[in-house]
């Protein structure tokens, strides 16, 4: 940055009648091949996402303002000629304002195409630290709720086999179980994958999902703890509120906000747990809020540092912090703030 502005600073000075010769004309192409040197050397960003989408972004943005250039020249030359009492520069104006509003919806579609193509969900190198941790925390739940099952189904083998109970009995039962640990198992391998997906370049590429319907099975996973503890629960979004992303990366976030929100009310005297969204400025909004004690002000900014907990020993501290990777990594943010109910509210943008 100091030689390439002291370079073109100095190529100003004579005409200050300062008799200096130019040599920051020289100095100047050194900028940025210092930085594209240190950007490779240091990898302070993804060069090959950020060169892909470049040239991908580049040659569609080209070919639409050609096409977009020999439209309007086009339209203005027929309009021209069947009124030829218009000036030329008022046809292409009129020319230039009618195509655009037809074109602006067609390059928001080029767009989402692009992306949905193209687009890797990609974190930065430092989440890889994390990334044992997240495994263990993702994995901890799905993998509790089978060790149960598992025990009851192998004591009814042991009754069946001892002769203590008939196995016509037992097999209804036994099925139920299997069937529950089956699923069970399938949950933990779909967060697996979510996990290992946020800094993998062999990703599957981005799609259109509906977060409605992933808020909705994310509060079909957590029906059993919320049935427990009594929490009355509103969802006020009915729109289906598409983006493009990965559903079970996302699901990941919403299943964690939600559980915390649970686990927040447990003491609570009023249990209400409130999510809402639609599309705002930024994108689309999803707010959930609970009406538990809500988190001390001095505690807020911490909230999304891995292993930081407020469960005590109940808690790994990975929970915020996976959500807000897989959030940032779909290019949106996540924040915490008062809830109108008094608890804590987290309020999704993507």
């Known amino acids: 940055m100091a030689i390439s502005f002291s370079g073109g600073i100095i190529c100003y000075l004579p005409n200050l009648g300062i008799n200096i010769y130019p040599w920051g004309q020289y100095a100047i192409p050194l900028y940025p091949l210092i930085i594209s040197y240190a950007i490779l050397k240091h990898q302070l960003m993804d060069v090959r996402l950020v060169i892909r989408k470049t040239l991908i972004y580049s040659t569609v943005t080209g070919l639409l303002t050609a096409m977009y250039v020999a439209i309007v020249f086009g339209v203005a030359i027929v309009f021209q000629r069947r009124v030829s009492n218009v000036p030329a520069a008022s046809s292409y104006a009129i020319a230039a304002i009618v195509i655009t509003l037809l074109f602006h919806p067609l390059r928001m579609r080029v767009q989402r195409w692009v992306d949905q193509y193209f687009f890797q969900v990609l974190v930065n190198d430092d989440f890889v630290q994390e990334l044992t941790s997240g495994f263990v925390h993702e994995l901890k739940r799905p993998l509790a709720t089978i060790i149960a099952p598992a025990e009851m189904a192998l004591m009814d083998v042991r009754d069946a ?52 319907d992933i808020l909705l099975k994310s509060l079909d996973i957590e029906n059993a703890a919320i049935q427990a503890a009594q929490i009355d629960v509103s969802c006020e979004i009915t729109d289906p509120l598409l983006v493009t992303g990965h559903a079970h990366q996302l699901e990941l976030v919403f ?25 705002n400025s930024k994108g689309i909004f999803i707010s959930i809020a609970d009406s538990g004690p809500g988190i001390p002000s001095n505690l807020v900014a911490r909230v999304f540092e891995p292993y930081f907990t407020t469960k005590m020993s109940h808690g790994m501290g990975m929970g915020l912090y996976l959500s807000q990777q897989v959030i940032k990594a779909h290019g949106g943010t996540i924040r915490l703030q008062n809830s109108a109910m008094g608890g804590a509210e987290f309020m999704v943008e993507l």
Do not use: F, W
Not at 261 to 275: C, D, H, K, T, Y
């Open 255 to 279: 299943i964690n906000l939600i559980r915390n929100a649970v686990e927040a009310m447990e003491q609570a005297p009023i249990r209400r747990l409130i999510i809402s969204g639609g599309p």
């Open 161 to 212: 086999l001892q002769g203590r109970k008939r196995i016509e009995e037992l097999l209804p039962k036994m099925e139920q179980r299997l069937q529950h640990i089956v699923n069970s198992a399938l949950d933990a391998s779909r967060r697996i994958e979510a996990v290992r997906g946020l800094n993998s370049s062999q990703t599957q590429p981005a799609q259109r999902i509906a977060l409605r």
